[in-house]
């Protein structure tokens, strides 16, 4: 299994980044890993489309066209931790590309990024920062993956 999990702008918590290279080094058993940031759009306030629009171009450039893109997004499908490991499960299953989960910009995707996804994954109803939703979501796919190899993280 390859993934990637890219998200807009650094992390600038120490712990946050720590916790995060931690579980992408635990995944590392079951799958490889790769979590990278791209850099959010600088300069004087501008549009929040143009935003979007520049961010776009640059989440579009990170990815590669056979890659299987998921936008977290609030409109995404929700799971409990096993629902979400069966529909990991069934994509490596069924479907041998690699995976790109994208964490998004306070303005959300510019409609290029919406057209080229495959699928939509939300972690919550409620907003999180991006560093709170690579954290969780880096998590999650952890605990998919202990789950989908019966290995006791996630216990009944």
Not at 14 to 32: I, Q, T, W, Y
Not at 52 to 78: M, N, P, T, W
Request: aromatic letters at 8%; one cysteine or more; proline letters at 3%.
């Amino acid at each position: 299994m390859k993934l990637k999990i890219l998200h807009l702008g650094k992390t600038s918590s120490r712990d946050v980044s720590s916790m995060v290279d931690e579980l992408v080094k635990r995944m590392g058993r079951f799958a490889k890993c790769e979590v990278m940031a791209i850099a959010k759009v600088k300069g004087n306030p501008i549009d929040p489309l143009e935003i979007k629009r520049k961010e776009g171009e640059a989440i579009l450039s990170s990815i590669q066209g056979a890659d299987y893109l998921v936008l977290l997004d609030e409109k995404g499908d929700q799971w409990d931790s096993r629902g979400f490991a069966e529909w990991f499960r069934l994509h490596f299953v069924n479907d041998s590309r690699p995976m790109v989960l994208l964490i998004g910009g306070a303005y959300g995707f510019s409609e290029e990024v919406y057209e080229r996804a495959n699928a939509k994954l939300s972690l919550s109803k409620m907003t999180f920062n991006h560093e709170l939703a690579l954290l969780i979501l880096v998590e999650q796919v952890y605990r998919a993956l202990t789950i989908i190899h019966g290995h006791p993280y996630h216990n009944d």
